[in-house]
T-cell receptor, first 111, second 109 residues
Framework: EPEVTQTPSHQVTQMGQEVILRCVPI?????FYWYRQILGQKVEFLVS????????KSEIFDDQFSVERPDGSNFTLKIRSTKLEDSAMYFC?????????FGPGTRLTVT | GDSVTQMEGPVTLSEEAFLTINCTYT??????LFWYVQYPGEGLQLLLK?????DKGSNKGFEATYRKETTSFHLEKGSVQVSDSAVYFC????????FGKGTRLHILP
């Protein structure tokens, strides 16, 4: 069964560094999303992406964040200058009509 | 804006007990409704869904019915198992998914 994959599974970085989180959505899906979950808290929407542009973004998704679909398969989330409060689990998702399929997540730890 | 409210946890039950986790939603339209489950150390798995009023979603013995009149989507299971211990998220879809805060379920053997 096709699935969303994410790499790396765990990323440790120092405050102020740039990180890129990578996702490979399911191949025939057209809508892509990033969410994050700070430890012990609920899952929060960051951004949605369709037709090579951002469809919607939340207040969390400020100028430090960007997304890109650099080729036909990858979907990336970049954080330009990480802060301690960016430490969280980041989930990528893609969908067809109804269901969103989530990847396993990347745990980002900012020290 | 749209939102989801679910019962606070943790919920602790003995094996074979009946489970209900309450969920209500606020939405301007007619969203699809979901329950996701997150096992310890893992990602989000879709447990069940319902796309319109009076639909019943079911999977692995869990059920939830989309009730438009009460804007609810309560999760139920007749006989829980230790392996059901996890965090359960109620959610609605308005393009993006809006999650509730999650309910931690702990089943005692």
């Amino acid at each position: 069964e096709p699935e969303v994959t994410q790499t790396p599974s765990h990323q440790v970085t120092q405050m102020g560094q740039e990180v890129i989180l990578r996702c490979v959505p399911i191949s025939n899906h057209l809508y892509f999303y990033w969410y994050r979950q700070i430890l012990g808290q609920k899952v929060e929407f960051l951004v949605s992406f369709y037709n090579n542009e951002i469809s919607e973004k939340s207040e969390i998704f400020d100028d430090q964040f960007s997304v890109e679909r650099p080729d036909g398969s990858n979907f990336t989330l970049k954080i330009r200058s990480t802060k301690l409060e960016d430490s969280a689990m980041y989930f990528c998702a893609s969908r067809t009509v109804v269901e969103q399929y989530f990847g396993p997540g990347t745990r980002l730890t900012v020290t | 804006g749209d939102s989801v409210t679910q019962m606070e946890g943790p919920v602790t039950l003995s094996e074979e007990a009946f489970l209900t986790i309450n969920c209500t939603y606020t939405a301007t339209g007619y969203p699809s409704l979901f329950w996701y489950v997150q096992y310890p150390g893992e990602g989000l798995q879709l447990l069940l869904k319902a796309t319109k009023a009076d639909d019943k979603g079911s999977n692995k013995g869990f059920e939830a019915t989309y009730r438009k009149e009460t804007t609810s989507f309560h999760l139920e299971k007749g006989s829980v198992q230790v392996s059901d211990s996890a965090v359960y998220f109620c959610a609605l879809r308005d393009d993006k998914i809006i999650f509730g805060k999650g309910t931690r379920l702990h089943i005692l053997p």
